[in-house]
C-alpha cells in the first residue's frame, strides 16, 4: 500500500469516447503528478501540480485535461484519443514540489485506445 | 536538461548473490537521486535516496553510493532474492539555473533484475 489510489486500474475506450482518471493520496503531500509509462521508453513527466494550482504541462496535447480540486485528489479527463496514448499512466504524490523530495506513485491505470 | 542512463538492460543473479545496478547522471549540479523498483503490474516504489551531501547510504539490504566526480551511482542489494525481481529505475530531479525543482524528475530507462531460485 503505497498511499496513493488509481482508479480504474485498467480502461479500455475508443477514440471518440470521453472518460476520466482518478488518484486519490492519503499522505498528506501538497504535490501531485501525472506521468505517463510506455513500453520500452523511460517514464515521461506529463503535469505537476502544487497546491492544486499546475505549475508544469509539460507540452501535453490538449486531449489530456488534468484538474486538481485539492491537494488530496488529481484526474486525467481524457477526449478524443489517438491509438498511440495506449499506455500506463501513474500518478504521484510528494511532500512539495522542491529537490530533495521522493514521489510515490500509485499503481497506474492500464489505458488502452481501440 | 538530464539525463540518465543506465549501463545494463538486463542483470540475472543467483538467489543469495549480490547484484549492483547502475547509474550515470549528467548534470553536475544534481544534488539529489532516488532509486525505484517497479514489480510487474505495479507503479514504481521507492527504494531509497541519496543526496549529494553523501556518498553512501543504506537501508534494508540496500545500499546506494553515490561518486560526484564520475556522476555514478549504484545501487546495490545484498543476499538477493526471488521477491527482488522487478525492473529498477533511477530518477534524477532536474534542477534548472537558480538551483530550484519543480519536481520534474529524469528516469532512467530501467535495468530489469532476474533472480533464479
Known amino acids: 500500500e503505497t498511499g496513493v489510489t488509481q482508479t480504474p486500474r485498467h480502461l479500455v475506450m475508443g477514440m471518440t469516447n470521453k472518460k476520466s482518471l482518478k488518484c486519490e493520496q492519503h499522505l498528506g503531500h501538497n504535490a501531485m503528478y501525472w506521468y505517463k509509462q510506455s513500453a520500452k521508453k523511460p517514464l515521461e513527466l506529463m503535469f505537476v501540480?502544487?497546491?492544486?494550482?499546475?505549475?508544469e504541462n509539460n507540452s501535453v496535447p490538449s486531449r489530456f485535461s488534468p484538474e486538481c480540486p485539492n491537494s488530496s485528489h488529481l484526474f486525467l479527463h481524457l477526449h478524443t484519443l489517438q491509438p498511440e496514448d495506449s499506455a500506463l499512466y501513474l500518478c504521484?504524490?510528494?511532500?512539495?514540489?522542491?529537490?530533495?523530495?521522493?514521489?510515490?506513485f500509485g499503481d497506474g491505470t492500464r489505458l488502452s485506445i481501440l | 536538461g538530464e539525463s540518465v542512463g543506465l549501463h545494463l538492460p538486463t542483470l540475472s543473479v543467483q538467489e543469495g548473490d549480490n547484484s549492483i545496478i547502475n547509474c550515470a547522471y549528467s548534470?553536475?549540479?544534481?544534488?539529489?537521486f532516488i532509486w525505484y523498483k517497479q514489480e510487474s503490474g505495479k507503479g514504481p516504489q521507492f527504494i531509497i535516496d541519496i543526496r549529494s551531501n553523501m556518498d553512501k547510504r543504506q537501508g534494508q539490504r540496500v545500499t546506494v553510493l553515490l561518486n560526484k566526480t564520475v556522476k555514478h551511482l549504484s545501487l546495490q542489494i545484498a543476499a538477493t532474492q526471488p521477491g527482488d525481481s522487478a525492473v529498477y529505475f533511477c530518477a534524477v530531479p532536474e534542477v534548472n539555473a537558480g538551483g530550484t525543482s519543480y519536481g520534474k524528475l529524469t528516469f532512467g530507462q530501467g535495468t530489469i533484475l532476474t533472480v533464479h531460485p
Open positions: 548534470n553536475s549540479a544534481s544534488d539529489y
Open positions: 501540480y502544487s497546491l492544486e494550482e499546475r505549475v
Open positions: 504521484a504524490s510528494s511532500l512539495r514540489t522542491g529537490s530533495n523530495q521522493p514521489q510515490h
